[in-house]
């Protein structure tokens, strides 16, 4: 297949996937790699790809992409929290939270992290949506709890404020009290306390 007709395929496709062309024509896989090799395609893990820049027609969607790349998950931590402006800093690194094994995927894209949680604190997250792609992100006080459950930092007042939290009438303090004690630990509950307090005192 030459390139042009492949593009003309796939134009509209914000993700490749590209098991279902290669049934239908095997010896695509070698064409799929040297495309790869000239700046073509963007491979995101294998089997996964999006076009160069230069011939995208849709602009590529990062909470979509990060589900594509490993579901179910949805983006938490600290790009959920950024996602919010809930942290006055800018995160590279797309982190999502799975119930699968975690990992990581490098590409020319982005740099897309999975930390593992087991399935009884998988919840907390909605639906967003973009160019008619579809991605998953924690709701603020999800993302705030993920971020101290993966991360166990020590727990102190300074901590909180070491988090440097800004817009705080973005979080729903019963929403994130609740949410708490649905984790069952204590270090957890405590920490939203501190957090609850923290937004009082603001």
């Given amino acids: 297949m030459k390139w042009d007709n492949f593009l003309s395929q796939v134009r509209k496709w914000p993700v490749i996937e590209t098991s279902l062309l290669i049934k239908k024509n095997p010896s695509l896989r070698v064409q799929?790699?040297?495309?790869?090799?000239?700046?073509?395609?963007?491979?995101?893990?294998r089997g996964f790809y999006v076009l160069s820049k230069q011939y995208r027609q849709t602009k590529l969607f990062e909470p979509y992409l990060a589900?594509?790349?490993?579901?179910?998950?949805?983006?938490?931590?600290?790009?959920?929290?950024?996602?919010?402006?809930?942290?006055?800093?800018?995160?590279?690194v797309f982190t999502s939270v799975t119930t699968m094994r975690q990992g990581r995927f490098l590409s020319k894209v982005g740099?897309?992290?999975?930390?593992?949680?087991k399935s009884a604190l998988f919840w907390g997250y909605k639906s967003v949506k973009l160019n008619k792609q579809v991605g998953f992100i924690a709701e603020p006080e999800k993302a705030l709890l993920d971020f101290f459950y993966?991360?166990?930092?020590?727990?102190?007042?300074?901590?909180?404020?070491?988090?440097?939290?800004?817009?705080?009438?973005?979080?729903?303090?019963?929403?994130l009290l609740n949410y708490a004690?649905?984790?069952?630990?204590?270090?957890?509950?405590?920490?939203?306390?501190?957090?609850?307090?923290n937004i009082k005192d603001q």
Avoid: C, M
Avoid at 67 to 88: C, F, G, T
Avoid at 111 to 117: K, N, P, Q
Avoid at 181 to 197: C, G, H, R, S, W
């Fill in 111 to 117: 740099v897309f992290d999975y930390r593992h949680i």
């Fill in 181 to 197: 004690d649905k984790f069952k630990k204590p270090k957890i509950i405590k920490f939203a306390k501190l957090v609850a307090n």
């Fill in 150 to 175: 993966l991360k166990a930092p020590k727990l102190s007042k300074d901590f909180i404020y070491e988090l440097r939290l800004q817009d705080l009438e973005k979080l729903n303090v019963q929403r």
């Fill in 32 to 45: 799929i790699n040297r495309w790869v090799k000239a700046n073509k395609l963007i491979k995101l893990k």
């Fill in 67 to 92: 589900n594509v790349l490993k579901s179910p998950s949805y983006l938490s931590l600290e790009k959920a929290l950024e996602y919010y402006n809930l942290i006055p800093e800018g995160v590279a």
